[in-house]
């Protein structure tokens, strides 16, 4: 499904990345006999600690692709669908933040909040734009003229 895609998610996180993080937690007990067994691999081995935050990871670019999947689908993407879509990922974040575990990797909950904080200053200058008040005025007389006809 993903093997010929190369588009980028964020940061340089492509589909393959996330199809990769999400074949290594499906073969996890695989990874980890072959590591215990393999005395030059041991250094690399991932406790439950790193297989979590990874787990973590993965929900969360799941997320993130879902709504870049969801941006890209029409040519035109509408208000309305962007701030629902904006809303979802923030939500997703936040629940994601709340649910953390207390031995999650600092950088990890770091990043969470930047990205959290990102999606409201996006979010915000939504809520700035002129194109609500617009649209509502439009929507007034647009009812305004049915009711006369």
Not at 63 to 72: G, H, I, L, V, Y
Not at 104 to 112: A, I, N, Y
């Amino acid at each position: 499904m993903l093997r010929g895609s190369t588009s980028k998610i964020t940061n340089g996180v492509t589909d393959h990345d996330i199809y990769y993080l999400g074949r290594a937690l499906d073969y996890r007990a695989v990874i980890d006999d072959f590591v215990a067994k393999n005395k030059d691999l041991r250094k690399y081995e991932m406790h439950s600690d790193d297989w979590n935050a990874i787990s973590l990871v993965a929900h969360w670019l799941k997320a993130f692709r879902s709504a870049t999947t969801q941006m890209s689908a029409t040519k035109r993407s509408m208000l309305s669908s962007t701030h629902a879509i904006f809303r979802g990922l923030q939500e997703s974040i936040q629940e994601s933040i709340r649910t953390l575990p207390n031995n999650v990797p600092h950088r990890l909950k770091v990043g969470l909040t930047k990205a959290h904080r990102k999606l409201s200053d996006y979010y915000s200058k939504m809520d700035d734009s002129p194109y609500y008040t617009w649209v509502s005025c439009k929507f007034h007389i647009y009812q305004s003229h049915l009711r006369f006809v």
